[in-house]
């Protein structure tokens, strides 16, 4: 794989792993955990605060790029306002990037939002979706060629569904 192809991928991983740190299944909550990682101490609750509703925002953007109702708008009004807290800018150095300049939580929040900007703008964002099923909500890049996973994984999340929808039938008589 060619190196530019590598350090977009990897604009998505940031993406999908900050996404990723709720799994609905289970519970577990690792977002303070990560951005601490991030930030090189706790982040404060406000910055806990606003990086959860970012997350979730996200999580709705890519709910939508998976065919699933989602609220677009809140989640572009929340992100909208995260950006103008990140203070991005366009910058031109050794080509046009977007940088922030806040401080924290707000800058890191600014780098996953840079990341959303640059995939949105090159075409790779359709390829980040969130898992169909209720339960899941997992964030996965589909790699399928015309764009048609709906599940973060056919062995577990397809397999439950297609088990559900059989079981239903079943049960009707059909």
């Known amino acids: 794989m060619p190196v530019r192809e590598a350090s977009e991928v990897g604009d998505l991983e940031l993406v999908r792993d900050f996404v990723n740190t709720l799994e609905f299944e289970t519970g577990v909550d690792e977002l303070g955990p990560w951005l601490a990682e ?18 979730e925002a996200l999580r709705a953007l890519l709910l939508a790029n998976n065919g699933v109702s989602a609220d677009v708008a809140a989640a572009e009004t929340e992100l909208d306002s995260s950006a103008r807290r990140a203070r991005l800018a ?3 150095e050794a080509g ?3 940088e922030g300049s806040a401080a924290g939580t707000d800058a890191v929040l600014g780098e996953i939002l840079a990341a959303v900007a640059k995939a949105m703008a090159d075409g790779r964002w359709g390829r980040l979706k969130a898992c169909r099923a209720d339960d899941c909500r997992w964030v996965f ?7 048609s996973r ?8 397809g397999n439950r569904t297609k088990t559900r929808a059989y079981r239903a039938r079943a049960r009707d008589g059909r």
Request: proline share 3%; with cysteine; glycine share 8%.
């Open 38 to 55: 991030r930030l090189g101490r706790r982040p404060t609750g406000q910055g806990l605060a606003r990086a959860e509703r970012v997350r």
């Open 96 to 98: 046009a990037r977007l």
């Open 90 to 92: 366009l910058r031109f």
């Open 141 to 147: 890049l589909d790699n399928a060629r015309n764009r």
């Open 150 to 157: 709906v599940w973060c994984s056919m062995a577990v999340c």
